[in-house]
């Protein structure tokens, strides 16, 4: 397909990104589109036999699927936002993502060190947690299906195996049956190769494209101890016993024997360090109009996808001195909900401010941004004695932050969605310190709350 070329009317051809054994990939820009946005364009090769290429779209139908619902879900997966048939070629258009992939950062010949890795896995298997979650698997981890976005480095996990390729077979029955063949060879385990992958599959993958990082050895070149077919690699790099076992148990040859899931795993990963650190890390904090009714719920969940301390040296935007000599004035505004002191742009809440609700007492001192907390600030629950130090987004906890119990219990992690979702450390108040990682509201072990 030449550069220039428009499906639907709509999808205009700008460049050829790549070509595989599951079809090409190009760019292009929407023409529906204010500004006619960049998104890419998949063209799958299918199977000429009729009776496969029925079998084929009926199960990419489903697969597509569970990628909108996924890719709308998480923010760290390309949208999808079309698929469709044309001229008698299939076609898949997803999100373009700006950024590179992780084959720029690990390549032959370059050795990641130990704290490079540890935070790679990290990452990794903070997203991959979650799709696991979700009983997902995808089949195809390798440093070119890992973008790092340039927006905010955070690494974005593209192109599912289930759409890659196809076969038909034929059971004993005669019964028609669709079985996905997909992966790359020296990350795809046996279980997978033979056609049984399983979230451990992908831990195989992800444990790996450590090793990779580490020795600097492509997986597919890595001797294998011909007894048990496990990698011989320790030698190869310069690692510690604690993270050289964890990869270990990732990438074991039976199944049975490593980690079930990506949960499973960073949960093994976290124990490597009992204490981690966020020392240089700015706490980011906002609000909006509805705030009275996101911090009634109280606060239920959160999320931490960098690393975790006890620091509790919060650096604001809006400085203290700042903040109180807007007391000293008559508030901007004041009526039965709240009152605000502060600054105003176009009749909105708009910079540093404070806003007290007249209701409750709760008081938020911050920034604003369009009438909305959003930016760098604190919540003070006036009840209860709670505060809120952390990122909000559109009223919403938001991002990394910390909550503050009245009965000295801490969670430091990241928010979203008003949720704990991800990685995080709960801090009793006896001091001591607990890694755990939680989704949409339930840690991994199903408890519900952080503190008791």
Known sequence: MLPGHTLRDRYKIIKQLGSGSFGITYLAEDLDLPDHPLCVVKN???????EEFQAFIAFFNKEAKALYRLGNELNQIPRLFAHFQQGGEFYLVQEYIDGHDLSQEIFPGNKLNEAQVTQLLNEILEVLTIIHHKNIIHRDIKPQNLMRRKSDGKIILIDFGTIKEIQLKINSQEQTNVSVIAGTNGYMPSEQFNGYPKLASDVYAVGMLGIYALTGIRPQELPKNPET????????????????????????????????????AMQGLTKLSSITSLANHNFLIGVGALVSLVFGIGLLFMTCSKQLTTNTNVQLACSETDLQSFLTKEPEVDNQDHRYYGEIKNRKYHGCGILIFS???????GQFQEGQFHGQGTFLFSKTGDTYIGQF?????????KYIY???????????NNMFDGQGTCISQDGSRENTIWYEGKSLDNRKTCCN
């Open 44 to 50: 799958l090769r299918q199977s000429q036999d009729p």
């Open 229 to 264: 077919f496990e990698v011989i690699w320790q030698d190869k790099a310069s690692v510690s016993p604690k993270l050289a076992n964890l990869l270990d148990k990732m990438v074991r040859s039976n199944f049975k024997e490593r980690y079930q899931s990506a949960g499973e």
């Open 359 to 365: 209701k409750s007492g709760n008081k938020y001192q």
């Open 393 to 401: 987004k559109n009223s919403l906890y938001e991002g990394i932050g």
């Open 406 to 416: 009245n009965n000295g219990c801490q969670y430091i992690g990241e928010f979203k």
